[in-house]
């Protein structure tokens, strides 16, 4: 059995790319690492930072619904949510890692980098990205 590790945030883009790392563990036969990396620092407002209990009780129930094994990771390290993610892709030793992507201006990309510029490039795995607001 095969891991795939997905990239998620109670947003259009999280919840496309979760939508997909689903659909690719089920045709897979695969385990499913959902992680939630939020860049932590002594200014962080933790509480907004981690997903509630609702919606982390969401995502565990739409996994047990597809019938996948999966794990949910909320990560507060202070690191950039791509290391995160590309951390726990090798720790784990992923098959594949699925990102969910959203339109950013020009300046938006200079001034705050981009993380999934940093997963396509960086990641020892294949890459899905999935555009949000776009099905599957």
Do not use: F, W
């Not at 659909?23 to 897979?28: F, P, V």
């Amino acid at each position: 059995m095969g891991t795939i590790v997905v990239g998620y945030v109670p947003k259009a883009e999280g919840e496309a790319a979760l939508h997909r790392a689903i659909e690719e563990a089920q045709l897979r036969g695969s385990r499913l690492v959902v992680v939630n990396s939020q860049r932590g620092g002594k200014t962080a407002d933790y509480e907004e930072l981690a997903l509630t209990d609702e919606q982390v009780s969401a995502v565990k129930a739409r996994m047990a619904d597809a019938g996948v094994d999966y794990e949910v990771r909320g990560l507060v390290l202070g690191n950039d949510p791509a290391d995160d993610l590309i951390g726990v892709a090798e720790e784990v030793r992923a098959d594949l890692i699925v990102i969910g992507l959203r339109k950013r201006t020009p300046v938006g990309k200079l001034i705050m980098g981009s993380n999934a510029q940093r997963i396509l490039l960086d990641a020892t795995c294949p890459v899905l990205a999935v555009k949000a607001g776009h099905p599957g």
